[in-house]
T-cell receptor, first 116, second 116 residues
Framework: KQEVTQIPAALSVPEGENLVLNCSFT??????LQWFRQDPGKGLTSLLL?????REQTSGRLNASLDKSSGRSTLYIAASQPGDSATYLC???????????????FGGGTRLMVKP | NAGVTQTPKFRILKIGQSMTLQCTQD?????MYWYRQDPGMGLKLIYY???????DKGEVPNGYNVSRSTTEDFPLRLELAAPSQTSVYFC???????????????FGSGTRLTVV
């Protein structure tokens, strides 16, 4: 079964710290890996998407990496701010031969708290 | 351009009651999805649709039904509500079956359902 796991479930850091969120997946036959941000009571906002042929993507203070051979992705947040406090979800699209390949398989999320 | 609109935002149901969660999108996306998110967990796919008149089961379809009579609308029906269906429900749509840099998922803001 294709699964996505995120550890830790929760993380608290002081403002200004650089941090790394981890995501692991069980099947290297991956089409892409996406990181989302979810604020309380809100929907999901896409942060970064890495295609299987790529190793990383960057957007501002965010950098996401993908290592298919080890089944891992990381989201690096530089100089964290209180406004970064949210739940971060990673999701994979695995290669499949039917329409179910449209689905995203989500990890359980990491709840990040950045303290002022 | 409203994106993906879900109604209602909140609902409390009694065991055995039925209800329909509404989802509509104005982006002319063919692909639409229903996910549920349990506390502290990632999202799990309930049903999806690849176009008007075509629907298929996702990972956790039991207790739910869907229909797709138009491109815009993808309602989710709960016939006999059970406490296990207490969750946050997200509708999403996409232009392409697989995510790319310019064409990703668009999520609604969610419906928080409690069954008592």
């Amino acid at each position: 079964k294709q699964e996505v796991t995120q550890i830790p479930a929760a993380l608290s850091v002081p403002e200004g710290e650089n941090l790394v969120l981890n995501c692991s997946f069980t099947d290297s036959a991956i089409y892409n890996l996406q990181w989302f941000r979810q604020d309380p009571g809100k929907g999901l906002t896409s942060l970064l998407l890495i295609q299987s042929s790529q190793r990383e993507q960057t957007s501002g203070r965010l950098n996401a990496s993908l290592d298919k051979s080890s089944g891992r992705s990381t989201l690096y947040i530089a100089a964290s701010q209180p406004g970064d406090s949210a739940t971060y979800l990673c999701a994979a699209q695995f290669l499949m031969n039917n329409n179910a390949g449209n689905m995203l398989t989500f990890g359980g999320g990491t709840r990040l708290m950045v303290k002022p | 351009n409203a994106g993906v609109t879900q109604t209602p935002k909140f609902r409390i149901l009694k065991i055995g009651q039925s209800m329909t969660l509404q989802c509509t999108q104005d982006m002319n996306h063919n692909y639409m999805y229903w996910y549920r998110q349990d506390p502290g967990m990632g999202l799990k796919l309930i049903y999806y649709s690849v176009g008007a008149g075509i629907t298929d089961k996702g990972e956790v379809p039991n207790g739910y039904n869907v229909s797709r009579s138009t491109t815009e609308d993808f309602p989710l029906r709960l016939e006999l509500a059970a406490p296990s269906q207490t969750s946050v429900y997200f509708c999403a749509s996409s232009y392409l079956p697989r995510q790319t840099f310019n064409y990703g998922y668009t999520f609604g803001s969610g419906t928080r359902l409690t069954v008592v």
